[in-house]
């Protein structure tokens, strides 16, 4: 910033942001567990976009397995496979949990595709 000046996050600041994460993979897993896949793609990528955390890649990672698993269920077994390899390199090293989410049974998932 302009003449050393550091930007201070406030604890409300951080609580909003932690309440938004939560709300966010609350719904995703609700969709991603209902087999909805393409939804829990938008839902969980309408808060990644903004996200700046040092995890951007776990969200990434899971963003990416429920478009494998949407490639999957509409028999695009290419681009499943092709996506699923890049979503087990994102979140695996948050195996085997990470926030409220199950990664272990994610990968599980990602298994198939």
Do not use: C
């Not at 899971?62 to 496979?81: E, P, R, S, Y």
């Amino acid at each position: 910033m302009p003449g050393g000046a550091r930007r201070l996050e406030s604890r409300t600041m951080s609580t909003v942001e932690d309440s938004a994460r939560l709300a966010a993979l609350s719904a995703f897993q609700a969709a991603f567990d209902e087999g909805k896949y393409f939804e829990a793609h938008e839902i969980l990528e309408a808060f990644w976009v903004g996200h700046r955390g040092d995890d951007r890649d776990f969200y990434r990672g899971l963003i990416q397995a429920a478009v494998a698993l949407h490639h999957l269920g509409t028999g695009n077994t290419v681009g499943a496979a092709s996506v699923a390899a890049r979503a087990r390199r994102n979140i695996e090293p948050y195996a085997p949990r990470y926030v409220s989410v199950d990664v272990d049974a994610i990968l599980a998932r990602l298994a198939a595709a």
